[in-house]
């Protein structure tokens, strides 16, 4: 089938802004998507990333700003004249078509030509491997293979652009994982724009070129998964990137590159900026880079509170001295269970460190410098 040029399909919004009445729910929002990029926007439940969906489908007026695919001003145009297909989470086929049907019902509306229909749909199914079930009805496929319909009912559309919401979410665990490698595949083998909503950090983080973090309405991080995975901008993106999440644990910034978490010094081995002697911190540590180690005075006294065993990991939930908790993933070492009392220790260069109102802390010799 064609490949649309993906270099056409650049996405750009402008200070965007949404409101419902006197409650404004999208707050001045830039954002540029290169053409052929497969973006995903994560963000608490209510923050806002179906309406800015919504807003670029055209299905939601914009209150303020401006949107752009391909180079065109789109936010005043019908959705249809977009060139945008949206897959949802529920599937929304006609039940009481086929397969085919149900592929061909757009373009039939469109009065595509019979033989260019039977090409698209044929395509379509092909990618998808839906071509034996193009005669059954909705009900008679499975949640997997509808959801791949409504894909298919998008790609036969040859969009510039594709946008997802939350379109796995109704799938089991296992059809979830098979799924979203053929949304990737997808992604590989069309070469579209993409955008996609998620509340799966998996899916963002194996899907998306870049990860677009939003908050009540807001960017808080724009990235790649590993960006926002290991050089967090701020203490909000920090704990909502990552599974189990980060921990956050208060400490005083003790000057000299030190910090002093309860009675046990750390030393950093380099000097923050925008942080002086005496201040208080939080400092961001993953529960993979804290290791179960011996008694010492630069490690951290913890008290085991929960073991879960997962088979290739453990998970150890504890609680500090202060009384906070905080998580540890052990990979190898002795059973440990309830009450026992243990040592952990972090690389310091796995450190983040945050001031209180949630800026993250850098490094005083590079401060201000892009990192690499
Ligand atoms: N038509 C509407 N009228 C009034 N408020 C709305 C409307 N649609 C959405 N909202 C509000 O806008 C906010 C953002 O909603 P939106 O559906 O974009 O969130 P979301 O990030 O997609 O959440 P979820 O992850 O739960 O799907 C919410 O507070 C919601 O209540
Ligand atoms: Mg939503």
Known sequence: MTVTSPEKAKIELRDVRKSFGAVNIIHGLDLSIEGGEFVVFVGPSGCGKSTLLRMIAGLEDVTSGDIFIAGRDVTELDPAKRGIAMVFQSYALYPHMSVRENLAFGLEMAKTPAEEIER????????????????????????????????????????????????????????????????????????????????????????????????????????????????????????????PRMNIVDAIYAGDGRIKIADTVMALGQNFAGVAAGDGIKLGIRPEHLNVAQSSSTALRAKVDFAEYLGSTRYLYCYLPSGETITVEQRDGRDLSSGEEIFLRCDPERLRLFSTGGDRLRSANTAGMPTA
């Open 120 to 243: 698209q749909v044929q395509g379509a199914a092909q990618i998808l491997k839906i071509g034996p079930l193009l005669e059954r009805r909705p009900g008679q496929l499975s949640g997997g293979q509808r959801q791949r319909v409504a894909i298919g009912r998008a790609i036969v559309r040859k969009p510039l652009a594709f946008l997802f919401d939350e379109p796995l979410s109704n799938l089991d665990a296992e059809l979830r994982v098979s799924m979203r490698i053929e949304i990737a595949r997808l992604h590989r083998e069309l070469g579209n724009t993409m955008i996609y909503v998620t509340h799966d950090q998996t899916e963002a983080m194996t899907l998306a070129d870049r990860i677009v973090v939003l908050r009540d309405g807001r960017i808080e991080q724009v990235g790649t998964p590993r960006e926002v995975y290991e050089d967090p901008s701020n203490l909000f993106v920090a704990g909502f990137i990552g599974s």
